[in-house]
């Protein structure tokens, strides 16, 4: 079988350069090179960008305002100086104490000063501090023992207090006019009226209020230094020798009045204050942290029981376990 040969190709093709030669191709040697490939070593070094020039102009943008200082030692704020003995000052605990029985403190003045109060308390005085010991610390406690009682259980009803209470309804909804369709006079559900911002800032201030002084209450429940200023255990003092009533039964008083105002935030049916939940959470946790007497907690231990009920059975809300039932189910009286 023989293959068709092509064509003749022409010589005047349109693409071929004039004048180059057909003959031009690629000739191979007959004897083999070797040739090495390796390039010879580069005697230039080549420039690194330290020794390039600086270009004349930046490329960011300059700011137009100088730049501020990170720190502001002028406008620190100054470190209240500890005293090295505390329990033995005995002015260490008169700017918390004034401050919150002073008839014009704001509802911000009360909760810095039962936070500031707090704080020196926890710092100050240990579980195992003395509580037979007349401690200096105790003075402004001591002199005005019932008229902080008083405070006290004041600022805890603030998260009973209606922050609506008082306050022109003109920003309530007005009723629609009654149609055609039958409907039941009073609508089974309560409309809450919306507040303003000056009723907003007030009702959470009422609610920090009380959970600052329930916060107080947490310490004090539990160290017995703090909280034998108001048990019984104040028929030690001299003062009792001249005077003919029973002081124990007063002060013991003293203690169960806030025991008592402390028990009336979970047993309400509702509070009227933001942070509900929180409110009442914080309540059932003293009720768990408080290491009181027996003889204090025994004219409340029916009020305890309901409250620890409510708080089990998820009446005063359900949060997990940093909730009031988780609180409820660790109560140990």
Known sequence: MTLL??????????????????????????????????????????????????????????ASYPILPLLFPENEREVTPEPSNPLSDLHYLDGPVNK??????????????????????????????????????????????????????????????????GSDKSGCPVPEPPSVLPSPEKSPRKKRCGMDEEQVKYARDLATVSHAVIKLLGLVFTLPAVYSLFDGSFRQISFSLFFPIDLARFVDQDLGSMVTQALAIPLAPELPTPNARKTCALAIWLLQTQRLPADVLAPAKDRITYALRRAVEGELGKEGKKGAVSDGLRVSL
Not at 6 to 25: Q, V
Not at 26 to 42: D, G, L
Not at 155 to 161: I, K, S
């Open 5 to 62: 040969t092509p064509p003749h190709t022409r010589l005047d093709k349109e693409n071929r350069r004039p004048g180059r030669s057909i003959s031009a191709r690629v000739a191979w040697s007959q004897v083999n090179e070797y040739h090495s490939v390796t390039s010879p070593p580069c005697t230039r070094k080549l420039a690194t960008s330290v020794t390039k020039e600086r270009p004349l102009r930046s490329i960011l943008k300059q």
């Open 100 to 165: 919150i029985l002073a008839p014009c403190s704001s509802l911000a003045d009360l909760i810095e000063a039962y936070s500031i109060l707090t704080a020196r308390l926890r710092a100050a005085v240990q579980e195992n501090t003395d509580s037979d010991c007349s401690w200096p610390l105790f003075q402004p406690l001591r002199k005005r023992r019932t008229a902080f009682v008083g405070a006290v259980v004041r600022d805890l009803e603030r998260a009973l207090v209606d922050p609506m209470e």
